[in-house]
């Protein structure tokens, strides 16, 4: 849980042996490369010269079924499988654009009938027009005296043929266009139509064989890239050249070793207080999943705190107590169980298999504590009701559950703030705004239950925190003159407007219940309009079982929705609001490519 220590490090070699250096950076696979001709010429990235390889790989891995991709791809022309894959794919789409043309002009051409039309009705003296007439316009057709028929009729329109040289005035409406070929003609093209698809599916299905050397192929061409990259950031002067970058500290030793075997000049600094190094997290692998939802909305700089781990908990309880129920958090656990193997082929992928794992366990703990299982209630004396210890019915109790939550997780955010700012009087600035949180919290509650000790504590714990950030808030330095004591008033004074901004923070942290609420209440509904449909004899079952399905399937959606939307909307607004005063640059690590 915290933001790993960093050092500058610079090597200087021989420009001769500058690519080998790279080539060795990159396998060691601990630097960050600075660009050293920022401000000056600035090194682009190198543009992706794979682009026809990743798009032959995203087509094989679409397919829904593939074959076991061969182990030893070493023998196999990736160009030539590309270039092939690719060929698939255009032809299949041409294909599938085809048949849907095709079925658009058989539709229009079934209700004439299977004809030819001769020549001389397309462009002779006398021509074929044909007409879809509404049938409430059907006496306007009549009353023209020019040869015309009905070829076929539907409940909205009649399919009308007129024989004339000119196109008809009176006729409603304009005349329609036809394919020239037969309907029979048609039907044939699309059949040949659906047989050369089937045929370009089984080609791509042959073509998942060489999922893995395409993807083994791709990292090799993107460790490449990212190795001409890396030298388009060096700096080269004469026969030398220097590459420079943020190394973890503990890294140090080897980088060390690296310069010695490649007799390499290198100089290792501490970053100064002007810099701005890259954040680089170190979180158990378990709790890795919070680096992604803290970097989902920025990344703090190097100087900050590491929150990950405080949003990767938060995250999960909010989840658990929007979804409410625990029900649903099982099947979220089979859905889990389902992606678990796929999840561990990458590091990202992972962490996310432990946050996935959190928001299960949360669900289901929140769920079994208000007793709520598919939208029912355990009966009492049942085991379940035994571990039911919250009724979501008792709203002043779940809403004191929900901003309570918010008093911990703001207060908490304050705190850590003034860890960060501890060699600085504007610390106690932010521990005035844990104990204004607090302190309303408990006055609300102290009054609210008849607790006097905790409403006299409250007011107390109001009192001292509304002058700590009358005092603290300012951060200009301390002097006697009345001109800077009242500059220092006036800081103090902007600082406690933003009592009404703390006050709507706290606030908002009732989505939690509403949305809890909301949910149960929904699944709830669902259960009853199926026990209703229950009195329909015959299809009663059928129609039960399918708003049961239906329903809880929608609920079980929104609940998703809504737990990721608010349950980081509650970290990244609310609580970085607080914690966080800097957006940094991540770490981008200088190594070869994860291969799966």
């Known amino acids: 849980m915290s933001i790993v220590p960093l050092v500058k490090a610079t090597l200087y070699g021989p420009v001769a042996e500058k690519d080998s250096v790279l080539n060795g950076l990159q396998t060691l696979g601990c630097m960050h490369v600075n660009d050293l001709h920022r401000g000056v010429a600035p090194a682009d990235d190198v543009p992706d010269e794979s682009g026809d390889a990743r798009a032959a790989l995203q087509y094989l891995e679409d397919c829904p079924v593939k074959r076991l991709s061969l182990q030893h791809h070493e023998d196999v022309g990736i160009e030539e499988t590309v270039n092939k894959v690719l060929n698939i794919r255009d032809r299949s789409r041409a294909l599938v654009e085809e048949r849907a043309q095709l079925r658009r002009w058989i539709k229009d051409l079934e209700p004439w009938g299977d004809f030819h039309l001769p020549s001389w009705g397309q462009e002779g003296a006398l021509r074929f027009w044909f007409y879809v007439v509404p049938l409430h316009q059907r006496k306007e057709v009549e009353a023209i005296e020019l040869p015309w ?16 040289a000119d196109r008809p005035a009176a006729m409603p409406g304009s005349p329609v266009s036809l394919d020239p070929r037969t309907l029979s003609t048609l039907r044939a093209r699309l059949g040949e139509v659906e047989r050369q698809l089937e045929e370009t599916d089984y080609q791509r299905i042959g073509g998942t064989l060489y999922i893995d050397g395409l993807k083994g192929r791709l990292a090799e061409a993107d460790d490449r890239a990212a190795c001409k990259s890396a030298a388009l950031r060096t700096h080269d002067q004469d026969r030398l050249f220097a590459v420079q970058g943020w190394v973890p500290e503990a890294s140090t030793p080897a980088l060390k070793a690296f310069a010695a075997d490649h007799k390499l000049a290198m100089t290792i600094t501490p970053p100064t207080s002007e810099e701005k190094p890259p954040t680089l997290f170190h979180n158990p692998p378990l709790l890795r999943g919070g680096e992604g939802l803290v970097q989902f909305y920025t990344t703090p700089a190097y100087h900050m705190w590491d929150p990950s781990n405080s949003v990767f908990i938060a995250f999960a309880i909010f989840f658990g107590m929007i979804f409410s129920d625990a029900g649903y958090g099982l099947i979220l656990g089979i859905i889990m169980l389902a992606l678990w193997k796929r999840l561990g082929h990458s590091a990202s992928g992972r962490g996310m298999r432990g946050l996935l794992l959190a928001l299960v366990i949360s669900c289901i703990v929140y769920g079994v504590l208000i007793g709520s299982y598919f939208g029912i209630t355990p009966r009492p004396g049942s085991p379940l009701a035994k571990l039911r210890v919250l009724n979501p019915e008792n709203l002043n109790l779940m809403m004191l559950i929900a901003i309570g939550f918010g008093v911990a997780h703001l207060s908490f955010a304050n705190l850590m703030t003034a860890w960060l700012r501890r060699k600085s009087l504007s610390a106690l600035s932010s521990v005035g705004w844990a104990c204004i949180i607090l302190g309303g919290f408990m006055l609300g509650v102290g009054k609210s239950y008849h607790v006097a000790p905790m409403a006299s504590v409250g007011i107390s714990s109001l009192v001292l925190g509304g002058l700590l950030v009358l005092v603290f808030t300012s951060k200009r330095p301390f002097s006697t003159s009345p001109k800077a004591l009242l500059g220092r008033l006036v800081d103090g004074v902007k600082g406690v407007a933003e009592l009404s901004k703390a006050f709507g923070d706290v606030l908002s942290y009732l989505r939690l219940f509403a949305l809890g609420l909301a949910s149960i209440k929904l699944a709830e509904a669902f ?17 039960a079982a399918l708003v049961l399905l239906v329903g809880h399937s929608i ?42």
């Open 555 to 596: 609920n079980f959606v929104m609940g998703i929705m809504g737990g990721v939307v608010h349950g980081l909307r509650l970290n990244v607004i609310e609580f970085f609001n607080w914690s966080l005063h800097g957006e940094g640059e991540p770490f981008r690590i200088f190594a070869v490519k994860e291969r799966e």
């Open 527 to 543: 259960n009853s309009l199926a026990a209703r449909s229950l009195a329909f004899k015959g299809v009663g079952i059928l129609l």
């Open 149 to 164: 028929r009905v070829i076929s009729q539907d409940h909205r329109f009649a399919y009308i043929v007129v024989i004339t």
